[in-house]
Each structure stands twice: as structure tokens, then as C-alpha cells.
């Protein structure tokens, strides 16, 4: 795997499942099943299925991308149900009559999940100036200095050497990410603002698309002057489908597909982005968010609940979320913690949410079969995106009885989960474990033809910079930079072949 002198020391091992391992019959068997495509003159088996068993039909409607997989039990749905109603749930402040929701804040982004994530689906960047920002915010830091390895940075150092990322820290004053909502009597930490610069690109053919910059600066600081070498990165909601089914992808056959040193010489050179679990106290496979931050859907949902709604939960018990010691009348705020929940959400509260969020399901491709979005997958191969948008994978054979839905399936994320240098233009300067400022998890391409209709604003990458489809393809530089010429040189009825591709996924 490439993967230097340490190799042995990744934590491959799937600490958060109960698993039965594969046995090699069955391991020849995967293999087979999820070899690359190579007739595209028909739809592969199951490829109509992109979430296995549990895969949906399409509904048709905005609400494709919340409902439980198929094979749910009967008697679970309840408890899905009230995962749904915390995730959509509406904090408040403290003191508050309604004990079982307040702990608002003080700082903090939304009041819900589900305002960030509008029906379980992808964020935007605001579309005008008065416009609110309520799905997209921008994570900060500042380098570490000579601050004190943590057990994570301790754990890297000795993996990676001198080519460690560089360590950093939550910003003095403001933390590690900007709240621009506030409680009464408190100042937001300051307002995101976005400029953008037009980029015309020429496709052959003659098409002309104009792709645009973003820039990004912070109005009205709330806690002092932002420092010089402050390092922020935008973010918006990413969707929530098939989260569950990308926990259950073993280790073992993610870590496959790394190659660091790129030792294939196909110029990808995919790594993993390794991080510190709060729930089992040890060094796990990132596989959630942008860059791959948090290691278990539990963990990026309470991870959330703490930056973005200011709620303390068994993980992150700090009731004033990510206020810092130099918010002093943050830190001294009341809080919703210490009555019978115990934390603002108690771990029954946690399990709820994060049994919803695990089991969201992936509706069904549509048009599998349809000439010109063969053709398209086609493209897709040839042009190299399947190297990191890996199509196919099959997930651990689980042994807990409500994991039923999510062991053992075919599943087409289109992703691998990895770390890749995605060049310059998409850089934000930002390391976040692992990974550094030029480095993103690949992005899962499931659902993603259903943005519009779910989402409304169709904003796609990181930042939502890209509003079409295409826009997002030519963004990509570094490691995809072959990918993004390919797709520059086809011919505009091959181009228009891929779109229609994607926009059936």
C-alpha cells in the first residue's frame, strides 16, 4: 500500500463494528464483483441498487434523500423517527421552560441540524448579500507553534517524520470555527463574506464556461483583531445519505486503494486521513466530512451539535461549545447542562440522532440503461475519475442485529474515501490532521443528480463554489489535473454524455 516504515501501525482495525471476517472464498468473490467496468453497452448488475438491499425508490419529490432504507426493521423505524425529530429540533436558550431543548449557544451557527442541512441534503454559499449563510461557515486555526503534541499529533509525528502535516490550534479568542449568530446579549464572533472573480475556460468544441474564484474575509470581528497567520477554510452541509453504509466499508479495503508514494505511476496518489476517536480513546481512519476529520458517523454528529449548535453532549461535555478561555462571558453563560439529561444531549439523545443519520437512505439511480448515459460512464472511466471516484464497494459482514440493514451490501458511493491533492485552485491553505491544505476526501458522487431537486441551489465542492456540474469537474486540479484535461479535450457530445452520467447517479 505504500504506505513507509509504519505501515504496520495503521489503525486498521474497525474499532466501532462488530464484524465476522471474510473469508478468502468470499474475498475472491468481492473482488470479482467490484472489479472496474469494462462493457458499457448495458447496465452492470445491481448498478440501478446504488445502496444496496436498502436502496429507495425515488420519490420523485425534495424529500429523496430522507427516508429509511428499505430493509429497516418494522420495529426500528420508531426509533428512526425520533432520530429525525432531534435532528430537526429547534434549540433554545438557557434557562429555559423547555428543559429537554435548551443549551443554545451562545455562539453558534444554527439552532437544527436540518437548517443546515435542508432535507438531508447538500449546503450553498449565500446567493446575495442579505442572503443568510446558515449552511455554509468557515473552519479556523492558527499553527501550533510550540504547543504540546496531543496524542493524536504524538501518533502522527511517528508515522510520518519529517513529513508530518503541520500541527495546528483552535484561534485565540474565536476557536475553530466562526459562529456568526449569537444569543442576546452577545456579539457574533463576526460575519463571513464572499467575493467572487469570473474565470472563463474554453472547452473544445468552442464552449465557453466561466468558472468563478472565490475569496474569503471576515467583517466585523466580534473578539479582537483576527491574527496574521489565521488559516480558515469554507465549508457547506455535505448530504446525508448512505453515511451508515460508508461506515461499514472495512478499513482494510479503503487503506487497499492508498498509495502515498504513488508507486503505480498513475500520478493518484490517494492517503488516508487518520484521526483521534473520543469515543474509543484511539487513532481511527477519518472517513466523514471534507477532509475526512471525524472517523464515525456518532462522532460528526456530536462534533456538530458542539461547533455549530453550541450543545454538549458525552463527547464533547463543554457546555458553551467551541467558546475559547478568552470568551470569558461565553464561558460563564447559563447553560442547559447538569438536569436529569446530563449533558444538553444525553447519549440516549446521541444514539437516536446518530441511528438517523446512520440509516438515511440512497434512492435508486435512474436512466442505468439509457445509451447516452452509458456512454457517459464510459467517459467517466476513461478520463481517470473512477480512480479516486471508486464506483463500487461491499461492506463488512456485520453480527449486530440492527446493523442488518447495512452488512454485507453492494454499494456505489463513487468514492474511496481517501486524501487527494486536488490542487492549487481548490487549496485552502488549512491542514486538518492528516491532511494538508491542498488535500480533500474524495467526495462521495451518490444522489448527487438529485441536488436541485432536493437542495435547491445546486452548489457543488467544498465551498459550493461550482454551480454546475460541469463547473465542479473543472475545478479539479493536482492529482485530478489529467482527469479535468480529459474531460477539457472530449468532444462536446462525450462532455454532454458525462454530465448526463453524473446527473443520474
Not at 13 to 30: M, N
Request: glycine residues 10%.
Amino acid at each position: 500500500m505504500g504506505q513507509g516504515a509504519f505501515g504496520d501501525q495503521l489503525p486498521i482495525t474497525d474499532l466501532h463494528l462488530s464484524t465476522v471476517p471474510r473469508t478468502e472464498a468470499e474475498r475472491a468473490r468481492i473482488a470479482a464483483v467490484i472489479a472496474p467496468a469494462t462493457d458499457f453497452t448495458k447496465a452492470e448488475a445491481f448498478e440501478a441498487n446504488q445502496g444496496g438491499a436498502g436502496t429507495v425508490a425515488d420519490p420523485g419529490d425534495d424529500t429523496a434523500f430522507t427516508l429509511p432504507p428499505a430493509t429497516l426493521p418494522f420495529e426500528k423505524k420508531l426509533d428512526f423517527e425520533l432520530g429525525n425529530a432531534l435532528f430537526a429540533k429547534l434549540w433554545v436558550s438557557s434557562p429555559s421552560s423547555t428543559k429537554a431543548s435548551d443549551g443554545l449557544g451562545p455562539l453558534y451557527n444554527a439552532r437544527s441540524c436540518q437548517r443546515c442541512h435542508v432535507n438531508d441534503g447538500r449546503g450553498h454559499p449565500p446567493e446575495h448579500a442579505e442572503d443568510d449563510r446558515t449552511s455554509m461557515f468557515l473552519r479556523l486555526s492558527v499553527p501550533a507553534g510550540d504547543a504540546p503534541l496531543s496524542a493524536l499529533e504524538a501518533y502522527l509525528a511517528q508515522l510520518d517524520g519529517g513529513k508530518a502535516t503541520p500541527r495546528t490550534r483552535p484561534v485565540p479568542g474565536y476557536g475553530g470555527q466562526l459562529q456568526d449568530l449569537a444569543l442576546v446579549g452577545f456579539a457574533p464572533e463576526g460575519r463571513m463574506e464572499i467575493a467572487y472573480q469570473d474565470i472563463p475556460v474554453t472547452l473544445a468544441g468552442g464552449e465557453v464556461v466561466t468558472l468563478r474564484q472565490p475569496t474569503y474575509s471576515i467583517s466585523n470581528p466580534g473578539y479582537g483583531p483576527l491574527p496574521d497567520d489565521l488559516q480558515t477554510s469554507p465549508r457547506i452541509a455535505n448530504p446525508m445519505i448512505g453515511l451508515g453504509l460508508l461506515e461499514a466499508i472495512p478499513s482494510a479495503d479503503i487503506l487497499a486503494l492508498a498509495d502515498p508514494e504513488d508507486r503505480d505511476g498513475d500520478g493518484i496518489s490517494g492517503r488516508p486521513n487518520l484521526v483521534w476517536s473520543r469515543h474509543f480513546d484511539a487513532p481511527m481512519l477519518g472517513r466523514f466530512g471534507w477532509k475526512a476529520g471525524e472517523p464515525t458517523v456518532e462522532e460528526q454528529s456530536a462534533a456538530a451539535f458542539h461547533g455549530d449548535i453550541g450543545i454538549s453532549s458525552p463527547l464533547f461535555p463543554a457546555p458553551a461549545g467551541d467558546c475559547t478561555a478568552e470568551q470569558v462571558d461565553c464561558l460563564a453563560a447559563p447553560h442547559g447542562a447538569g438536569d436529569a439529561r446530563g449533558d444538553e444531549i444525553d447519549q440516549t439523545g446521541m444514539d437516536l440522532v446518530t441511528f438517523y443519520a446512520r440509516n438515511l437512505a440512497v434512492p435508486m439511480r435512474r436512466d442505468v440503461d439509457d445509451p447516452e448515459v452509458l456512454r457517459g460512464k464510459e467517459m467517466f472511466s476513461e478520463a481517470g475519475c473512477a480512480a479516486c471516484h471508486t464506483p463500487k464497494h461491499v461492506t463488512a459482514r456485520l453480527t449486530e442485529g440492527e446493523d442488518a440493514p447495512r452488512s454485507f451490501q453492494l454499494i456505489w458511493p463513487y468514492t474511496d474515501l481517501l486524501l487527494h491533492d486536488m490542487g492549487e485552485g481548490l487549496a485552502d491553505h488549512r491542514p486538518e490532521h492528516r491532511a494538508t491544505g491542498r488535500e480533500w476526501r474524495t467526495a462521495p458522487l451518490w444522489g448527487i443528480g438529485l441536488t436541485a431537486r432536493v437542495s435547491g441551489p445546486t452548489s457543488y465542492l467544498h465551498d459550493g463554489r461550482a454551480r454546475t456540474l460541469l463547473e465542479a469537474v473543472l475545478w479539479h486540479g493536482g492529482e485530478a489535473q489529467g482527469a479535468r484535461d480529459a474531460v477539457v479535450e472530449m468532444p462536446p457530445e462525450d462532455r454532454a454524455a458525462l454530465i448526463r452520467f453524473l446527473e443520474s447517479l
